[in-house]
């Protein structure tokens, strides 16, 4: 009989993993709430011996599901789950046995619970069952907050997540809400997920007759807060700090200078960026924006040309800005994937005080104000570009906006930074020091800097422009 699997923990961009073994696959685990390897491997050895005790029980089909509840709580969340999964080992917690679908349609409100229909909007199936009356979206954010907020807890003795549709009231919705963890800023994002869920419920899906709840009674929005942003010169701190890695200074220098959405950005390929005009100039192709439509503008020529100059570099064939262009903490393999941003607003900041940058507000979270994000890299494009001169409409054409009221919030900070005279960003080509490098070794040569490297010929000039990109990468 092979040996229980105890798995394994690792570190890759200042995160901490647990690799574990279950049904003869690997599994990764990212473990958000651990800081040091101590609680990275008290909570994998959690982690393996809580999936050898459900294997043991027969509970096969969910050991994934439940372990990586596990890694991904935090403390105050983690006895929960323990206890979910005691109960399961116990028998005292009993699994909603699975029911086939009605012909032609779903199970009824009085079959279906709030999680089993919650997923299946999470999941995006309700979206391609109902084309064009529900947007397929990532559903990341509304995950976390139903995982978090809704679907554990407790009402009358029974989790809201196990509540079959027709016996959720206004009173489970309004339980919801009065708990205290849920943060002041997430109260109104917790009541959205909740009441559309049942919206869907009863259209399209028709499980309901009527949604529980009235009109208005969502929380109130979120007051306006003050949003940062960065100054030129900050930007050109960061872009020569070489401490960050060189595919994510390429990426804060575009977001600045481009302004298009991390959801369009992240994902960028290299066959939607044309590049090889004579002239130098280039142009970005968006099949699909958020707002429905395309998206398509001239890129500025330093973007351009940085752009050319990192595609000799970049690691993949396929995406703009890859994982495997990111420095991991040990030798593991990764498929080639775009690279994680999640965490890209704490790494602003902490690089932005490394750097030695000292205005406060960058950093502060006030009643009034909210510290730099990865989001206010955008608020910097379209904050600077108004502030230069720079029409509505070529602004728009590149985020995305639809309408002047979305670019009014940021037109109070441009009219009055631009007594300041910040001027524009510097060149992107020649604000990151490795990429303007390119441009003085390859004219030493005689070379253009945007040939691409030929790959031909013996392993050892291949090894050798490996070896090449590797020390600019990393």
Not at 10 to 37: D, R
Not at 394 to 417: F, K
Request: proline share 7%.
């Amino acid at each position: 009989m092979p040996r229980p699997a105890t798995g394994s923990i690792y570190q890759s961009a200042g995160k901490w993993f647990a690799a574990i073994t279950i049904q003869k696959k690997k599994h990764h685990f990212p473990l958000p709430s651990c800081s040091t390897s101590a609680q990275a491997d008290a909570r994998r050895e959690r982690i393996a011996t809580l999936a050898l005790r459900l294997r043991a029980a027969g509970h096969t089909e969910i050991i994934e599901t439940v372990c990586r509840q596990v890694a991904q709580a935090d403390e105050s969340r983690l006895p929960a789950v323990i206890q979910l999964a005691e109960g399961l080992l116990a028998g005292t917690e009993k699994r909603a046995p699975a029911r086939p679908a009605e012909p032609g349609g779903l199970r009824t409100g009085a079959q279906l619970t709030v999680r089993e229909f919650g997923e299946l909007w999470t999941s995006n199936q309700l979206a391609r069952r109902y084309r064009r009356r529900v947007k397929e979206i990532d559903h990341a954010d509304n995950i976390g907050r139903l995982e978090k907020h809704v679907y554990p807890v407790f009402f009358d003795g029974k989790r809201i997540g196990d509540t079959l549709l027709a016996d959720f009231t206004l009173d489970h919705a309004d339980h919801v809400l009065a708990q205290p963890t849920i943060p002041d800023g997430s109260l109104r994002h917790v009541g959205q997920v909740m009441h559309r869920i049942f919206k869907l419920a009863v259209y399209p899906a028709r499980l309901l007759e009527r949604s529980p709840f009235p009109p208005a009674w969502l929380p109130e929005a979120n007051p306006e807060r003050a949003r940062s942003y960065l100054f030129p010169i900050e930007d050109s701190v960061l872009m020569g700090h070489a401490p960050i890695p060189l595919v994510k200074r390429i990426y804060i220098g575009i977001s600045n200078r481009e302004g298009p959405r991390r959801g369009n950005l992240i994902v960028l390929e290299w066959p939607d960026l044309v590049l090889d005009f004579e002239d130098g100039a280039g142009y970005i192709l968006l099949d699909r924006t958020k707002s429905g439509r395309d998206g398509k503008w001239q890129l500025d020529p330093g973007t351009a040309e940085a752009l050319r100059r990192w595609r000799l570099l970049c690691p993949s064939e396929r995406w703009v800005f890859p994982a495997v262009a990111v420095p991991a903490a040990r030798r593991i393999s990764r498929t080639d994937r775009p690279m994680y941003v999640q965490q890209l607003g704490s790494e602003l900041r902490a690089w932005l005080q490394e750097c030695g940058v000292k205005r406060q507000k960058l950093f502060e979270t006030t009643k009034h104000r909210i510290r730099l994000r990865a989001h206010d890299l955008r608020a910097t494009f379209v904050t600077l570009a108004l502030a230069n001169g720079r029409p509505e409409a070529w602004v728009m054409q590149r985020t995305g906006h639809t309408t002047s009221a979305m670019l009014n919030r940021y037109r109070r900070d441009a009219e009055s930074i631009m007594e300041l005279n910040l001027g524009w960003f510097t060149p992107l080509h020649e604000a990151i020091p490795e990429l303007a490098a390119m441009a003085s070794d390859s004219s030493q040569n005689g070379e253009s800097p945007v040939e691409k490297p030929v790959t031909s010929g013996t392993d050892d000039s291949i090894r050798c422009e490996d070896s090449e990109k590797d020390r600019v990468l990393h």
